[in-house]
């Protein structure tokens, strides 16, 4: 997991997972208040909770860290007894803190700790007997058929991670991409629709007794407003932004029919979505090669060739990483992170490789997992990995439940706007590369519209795939129209369709792993959002005056002490106070990405003269 405690994704404060690690429920008995129903009352228990959670969260750590990187029988079925026990504590907690919600009159920093509490659980069980045990058993059946997908090419099976690689490979033709989109999604998807249905139901079962009207207004009740008020925030967010994608959609357009003809992509209306270089058409950048501009590749360096020419080692560019936080005026990272932090793959036993950031003892234990390489990509990510760190650690003095991002798209906005600020000029200042190898402006456009195949293009699906549970959890999608009402979401934020005709009981949307896997999506789309908002906010207080994409602010001490105002709150505050902290501003917007991608949509517009926008 990218943030926070790998632990905490079995507690209700979790950052990047559900309350518990693989999503199921547990039963939880009923009992009378621990304390009396009064604000008193109300903050004695929450404070209570709050140690228990403590404790609780040291031990689990240690116990996933040891698994994570030492994986053996013993320390998975370690990580399971532990995952239980955070499961029941959870569930316990959320029931008990919706009654205490209940109470006039509560401590507003008490009523957000209940609402921590009560919103933590992604699928929540009701108390009816046998209810959690049959939501429990559709959730880990739903993952288990997840996993064990399987897709076809050319009639042979085709398992899930090798079937998303070769959905990139740009060798595969048309008939073979269909093959692929459709056996997947019907493989994968259609078998799970009676299940989901079911669990939809006992879920909000479960949410009702929260103390909300469905499962998807409870997760939209995590953002220090309405759900009503949620959802109409990001829809604003889209609209600022969906120029820019229109703009990106009708050139790759153009450039699938150039590629393809029209029988295989017209001129006009939707992309077909496994043309796209994605399974789900969420990120484009494999295709990137079909649409870059001439010339585009050559960019006058080669971040894992500079890496090589420095002699840079694993913890050399790691140490690279903290000069930046160094730079702003953080202080070192604590010895322990170097002594016990995993950076290179022990070749001794299995490990899980997926870089993630944690933080052991909610103090200063904290450490990155990663299996480095020497190149190009894993310098960013290291930066990407310390941006988490070091939020973690700003905020150590906070109470239990406020140990977590202002809101769950911060955290990993954080590190994706540490990321972004690998530009040349910061190369340049940290001795990487010569003044005279920084490509010029007319290198930019090929950065940006590759960048732009990622991170613009994931755009509306982030958007949309909420946007469908929130209408199957309300009762506005019935079961009947699960697929007819995906694909209409697809056309309409993403302007994609499917390569082929689906049938009447297809499900697929079960097809995405975070549909079966109960993940919520939001956070994707307002992280991608803010880490622009948040780069532009430093760029600004470092008093840069070129392009946006071009900005360093490294050495900026002022931007640090800026940043961690913001990084200090924690969970603190509402949102919009940790917000303003560093830019200068209680609301979310997409305007600083339009501004950082705006010569890319200049030039997008120049191509796209004459051409048919829109679908």
């Known amino acids: 997991m990218k943030l926070a405690t790998v632990a905490l994704a079995a507690l209700a404060a979790s950052l990047a997972a559900p309350v518990w690690a693989d999503n199921h429920a547990a039963p939880a008995e009923v009992t009378a208040p621990a304390h009396p129903m009064t604000p008193a009352g109300a903050a004695a228990w929450v404070a209570e909770v709050e140690q228990e959670l403590f404790d609780y969260s040291l ?217 796209l270089g994605n399974m789900w058409a969420q990120e484009w950048g494999n295709i990137y090669p079909l649409v870059a501009p001439a010339g585009a590749g050559d960019i006058g360096y080669d971040l894992t060739e500079l890496i090589a020419a420095k002699g840079l080692t694993e913890i050399d560019m790691v140490k690279a990483g903290e000069q930046f936080f160094s730079s702003l005026g953080f202080a070192p990272l604590p010895e322990t992170f170097w002594t016990r932090s995993m950076f290179v793959k022990p070749a001794d036993r299995e490990v899980v490789c997926h870089a993630s950031a944690w933080d052991i003892d909610n103090k200063d234990d904290i450490r990155i997992k990663m299996c480095i390489k020497r190149n190009g990509d894993d310098f960013v990510v290291i930066h990407h990995e310390l941006g988490h760190n070091y939020y973690q650690r700003a905020y150590k003095d906070q109470s239990y439940l406020h140990l977590n991002g202002a809101n769950d798209g911060f955290h990993e906005a954080i590190g994706d706007m540490v990321a972004l600020s690998i530009t040349p000029e910061y190369l340049v200042q940290i001795g990487m590369l010569e003044r005279s190898q920084v490509p010029s402006a007319d290198k930019d456009i090929g950065l940006l519209l ?26 506005s999608i019935a079961p009947q129209d699960y697929n007819t009402a995906w694909t209409g979401l697809r056309t309409q934020y993403q302007g994609i369709v499917p390569p082929v005709e689906r049938p009447a009981d297809a499900f697929d949307a079960g097809a995405k792993y975070h549909i079966p896997g109960n993940t919520p999506y939001t956070r994707y789309f307002l992280a991608r959002v803010l880490q622009f908002q948040f780069y532009q906010a430093a760029c600004d207080a470092a008093g840069w005056k070129g392009p946006l994409h071009r900005c360093s602010f490294y050495g900026n001490k002022e931007v640090g002490g800026k940043l961690n105002a913001m990084l200090e709150m924690g969970a603190s505050k509402p949102w919009p106070d940790a917000l303003e902290a560093f830019a200068g501003t209680r609301e979310m917007s997409g305007k600083a990405m339009a501004e950082y991608f705006a010569p890319l949509k200049k030039w997008l517009d120049e191509q796209n003269k004459g051409k048919p926008r829109g679908w």
């Open 450 to 475: 590759r960048q732009a195949m990622d991170k613009v293009a994931f755009l509306p699906f982030g958007l949309l795939v909420d946007r469908w549970r929130w209408g199957v959890f309300d009762g």
């Open 59 to 275: 031990e689990a750590s240690r116990v996933y860290w040891v698994n994570a990187t030492y994986i053996t029988e013993d320390t998975d079925a370690l990580a399971a007894a532990i995952g239980a026990k955070g499961t029941e504590m959870s569930v316990r907690y959320a029931l008990e803190a919706a009654k205490y919600a209940t109470v006039p009159d509560l401590d507003p920093e008490v009523a957000r700790k209940l609402t921590i509490l009560r919103t933590g659980i992604v699928l929540p069980a009701p108390t009816t007997e046998g209810a959690a045990t049959e939501l429990n058993d559709i959730a880990t059946r739903l993952n288990s058929q997840y996993g064990k997908g399987k897709g076809t090419l050319n009639g042979q099976p085709i398992s899930g991670s090798d079937i998303e690689a070769e959905m990139g490979n740009l060798e595969r033709t048309p008939a073979e991409l269909a093959e692929m989109w459709a056996s997947w999604h019907t493989n994968v998807g259609a078998p799970m629709k009676d299940d989901y249905a079911r669990m939809v139901a006992i879920a909000n079962e479960g949410a009702k007794e929260l103390g909300f009207s469905d499962t998807g207004a409870m997760w939209r009740s995590n953002y220090d407003m309405s759900p009503e008020e949620f959802a109409a925030t990001t829809e604003r967010l889209w609209q600022e932004v969906k120029p820019l994608y229109d703009s990106l959609h009708t050139y790759v357009r153009w450039k699938l029919n150039e590629k393809h003809g029209d029988a295989i992509q017209p001129k006009t209306g939707p992309i077909r979505a496994d043309l």
